[in-house]
């Protein structure tokens, strides 16, 4: 990975929240906005894989199930996996995935998304 941590949660974010399509008027207008949202997005994707592909030859739990249990743990509340995601780091419980440091928590949300594109 050649992003920060803070880089890499940005723009995966960013490819999550911003819609595949558009509709027909404004698609000419935003024709370089949604190339550029495409790029980030397969970005995005493939570093989720690399994710996936590093839980799967460290871990013994499947990375859906550790974060399910994560939000039960933490009441299904989205908000507070940041305080899951800070424990961890105090505990020393995370991934190092090409450089990139992520919670083993952040690790394993990226993972279910990275396993939908592994093959």
């Not at 397969?42 to 799967?56: F, G, P, R």
């Not at 871990?59 to 899951?84: G, I, R, W």
């Not at 995370?94 to 919670?103: A, K």
């Amino acid at each position: 990975m050649k992003l920060t941590r803070r880089k890499f949660c940005s723009l995966l974010l960013l490819s999550i929240a911003l819609p595949i399509e558009s509709n027909a008027s404004s698609r000419s207008q935003n024709k370089t906005t949604l190339a550029t949202t495409g790029n980030t997005r397969s970005q995005a994707l493939e570093e989720c894989k690399a994710v996936y592909e590093e839980w799967m030859t460290s871990e013994k739990t499947n990375p859906a199930h550790y974060f399910a249990q994560k939000m039960k743990e933490y009441q299904l509340a989205p908000q507070k996996v940041s305080e899951a995601a800070i424990q961890d780091f105090q505990h020393h419980n995370f991934f190092e995935v090409n450089g990139l440091q992520l919670s083993k928590t952040e690790a394993a949300f990226l993972a279910v998304i990275g396993s939908s594109s592994a093959t």
